[in-house]
Structure formats: structure tokens, C-alpha cells
């Protein structure tokens, strides 16, 4: 079956422009990661959703970023003003289990570089 | 603060012989640690887990050993093949899915 998938792959962005970065989880897994993995570095935590639910955004790293799943299936992770230290990778992983348990499956992530 | 630590950012190995990739951490709350595999350009992939109730998991060539008291835990590949060179992390969860992960190891396993 289909895994995780995320758009775009790359993003170019100026300095001072909005982004929005895609997951498309995989088909009826209840749980929802982002993760920001910076060059050299390990992914970090993001953001968690149960379903349309979001119950963990401690990772996220100030209030420009903001993240959505509205429909309980698709995510959205927005930057808003970006600055050059938000140029990273931007994972999506999503599990079959409730309260985040089971085996994250990743996406290949969003490649975001800021000028 | 790195509550999850891999000291040695590469490994080389020969084809045939054991890979042995080293993880320290700190936070005796983990409750279950994983290695992921990880490809240019690709999503980290899950490898093997082991919960921290356990001193050992096994999947084929690959095993997993945990030392509480010494909070270490090393991936052992055996034998090692070409198609093993990745980058591998060790990463601990607190619950509820939130994982902490190391910075990575390099490893490359020469022909």
C-alpha cells in the first residue's frame, strides 16, 4: 500500500514568506508527527495529532508555526514570516495506534531552504 | 540539552564482518527505544525496537541490546553488507509517541 507521502519535496522561500508543507498520512492511521530534522542533526519533535485533535505541540518552535488536520487524515504544518534558521527538513510520520503508540512510519520529507 | 547521544558520527566496516552502532541517554523515563535506517533523500525507516522491560530483541541480523544501568544501547549488525551504508538513529519515547533522537551514525560497509 501507499506510505507517507509530503509536497513539495523542495521549497524555495525569501525571507519573510509564508510556507505550507503537506502530509498525506497513511490511509487510516489515527496518528499524526512533524518533525523538523536540521542539516547533520537528528529529527526533532514537532507537533502530534490524534485524529483531528491536536495533543502535543510542545516542539513547535514559536508561534509562527502552526499545524492542522482537519479532517482527521491530511496535515498541514504552516510557517509563517520564515527566517533563515527555519531551513530544514520537515518530516511527517504517522502510526495505526491511538496515544501515539506503534511504529512511526515516515514520509520522505519537505526540504525547505530559506534565502 | 541531548537526552539522546550517538558519539560516533561514522563506521566503517567490511562486508561480512559486525557493525556495532553505540547510543547514550540520559532520561531513565524512556520507556521504549528504536533504531531507524536512513537513506539520502528518503524518510528515516523503522529497523527494530525494544522496550525498556527487555535487555535484548533480535530480527534476523539485526539485535538490539539494552543496559539500563549503564543507560546504553548498541545495534549489532551481522554480517554487514553493502547495502547496510545509511545513516542510523537511536531514538527513545517518553509516550505518547513523542520520540527523542540521536544525531546519527554513518555507517559504510565496504565491499
Known amino acids: 500500500g501507499a506510505g507517507v507521502s509530503q509536497s513539495p519535496r523542495y521549497k524555495v522561500a525569501k525571507r519573510g514568506q509564508d510556507v505550507a508543507l503537506r502530509c498525506d498520512p497513511i490511509s487510516g492511521h489515527v496518528s499524526l508527527f512533524w518533525y523538523q530534522q536540521a542539516l547533520g542533526q537528528g529529527p526533532e519533535f514537532l507537533t502530534y495529532?490524534?485524529?483531528?485533535?491536536?495533543?502535543?505541540k510542545s516542539g513547535l518552535p514559536s508561534d509562527r508555526f502552526f499545524a492542522e488536520r482537519p479532517e482527521g487524515s491530511v496535515s498541514t504544518l504552516k510557517i509563517q514570516r520564515t527566517q533563515q534558521e527555519d531551513s530544514a527538513v520537515y518530516l511527517c510520520?504517522?502510526?495505526?495506534?491511538?496515544?501515539?503508540?506503534?511504529?512511526?512510519?515516515f514520509g520522505p520529507g519537505t526540504r525547505l531552504l530559506v534565502l | 540539552d541531548q537526552q539522546v547521544k550517538q558519539n560516533s558520527p561514522s563506521l566503517s566496516v567490511q562486508e561480512g564482518r559486525i557493525s556495532i552502532l553505540n547510543c547514550d541517554y540520559t532520561?531513565?523515563?524512556?520507556?521504549?527505544f528504536l533504531w531507524y535506517k536512513k537513506y539520502p533523500a528518503e524518510g528515516p525507516t523503522f529497523l527494530i525496537s525494544?522496550?525498556?522491560?527487555?535487555d535484548k530483541n533480535e530480527d534476523g541480523r539485526f539485535t538490539v541490546f539494552l543496559n539500563k544501568s549503564a543507560k546504553h544501547l548498541s545495534l549489532h549488525i551481522v554480517p554487514s553488507q553493502p547495502g547496510d551504508s545509511a545513516v542510523y538513529f537511536c531514538a527513545a519515547s517518553l509516550g505518547r509517541g513523542k520520540l527523542i533522537f540521536g544525531q546519527g551514525t554513518t555507517l559504510q560497509v565496504k565491499p
Open positions: 532520561n531513565s523515563m524512556f520507556d521504549y
Open positions: 510520520a504517522s502510526s495505526s495506534l491511538r496515544d501515539g503508540a506503534g511504529t512511526q512510519y
Open positions: 525494544i522496550s525498556s522491560i527487555k
Open positions: 495529532f490524534q485524529n483531528e485533535a491536536q495533543l502535543d
